[in-house]
């Protein structure tokens, strides 16, 4: 009787000692926080802010690219054109010749600039979202210290084959709302907006 009170005991603190464990342990959407961190939507401003100005200087180099090929075309068809004479013909086609290689060469200027300029934007893209995501980070790290959780974890997180890591949270545990409040304290309420930065939070499992 005394061992089967016993066990009766243990096993009561040991649930109680695992409800309480459970009640420390909080969940997080870190997508829905990135997405709706209003310094998020900030640095979207800005990288199309930059996607605008690429395309602008693109299509400037492409009006550059249709005039030389107008004049190509002028030219090629002077340099057949017997109603001129030998000399302006052989003249026009010299001109021929530099032209296209200074087509040749403003192509590839093109080309590579639309690289570089892509790097770059990515770049920042990459530098944007980690520090975006250390401020985060931050704020979720004091914020549970707070209020005593002993675990935040991440329910928007995915394997590496795209499944969801956590299956079920109860709304009682989940922090979105309140780590959003801190994050935007001040702030308007944020548009509801896909992010063009994109946190990674995949795991192999």
């Not at 935040?152 to 989940?174: C, E």
């Amino acid at each position: 009787m005394k061992k089967t009170l016993t066990s009766l005991v243990l096993t009561a603190f040991i649930l109680l000692g695992t409800a309480h464990a459970a009640e420390e342990i909080a969940f997080i959407d870190l997508q829905e926080v990135f997405k709706q961190f209003y310094k998020t939507q900030l640095a979207q401003d800005q990288i199309r802010q930059q996607a605008d100005d690429i395309k602008m200087e693109r299509e400037e180099i492409e009006d550059e690219v249709k005039v030389m090929k107008e004049m190509i075309e002028e030219l090629r068809t002077d340099s057949r054109d017997e109603t001129l004479s030998q000399d302006v013909r052989d003249n026009k086609r010299d001109q021929l010749e530099e032209k296209l290689v200074e087509l040749q060469k403003k192509e590839q200027d093109m080309i590579d600039f639309e690289k570089l300029r892509m790097q770059q934007m990515e770049q920042q893209n990459t530098r944007m979202t980690k520090k975006l995501f250390d401020e985060i980070h931050e704020v979720i790290i004091q914020y549970a210290k707070v209020q005593g959780f002993s675990a935040v974890i991440d329910r928007s997180a995915q394997s590496r084959i795209g499944t969801d890591m956590v299956l079920f949270t109860s709304p009682q545990v989940d922090v979105t709302a309140d780590v959003l409040a801190v994050l935007n304290e001040g702030r308007e309420s944020t548009k509801d907006v896909e992010p063009e930065l994109a946190v990674e939070t995949k795991v192999e499992e």
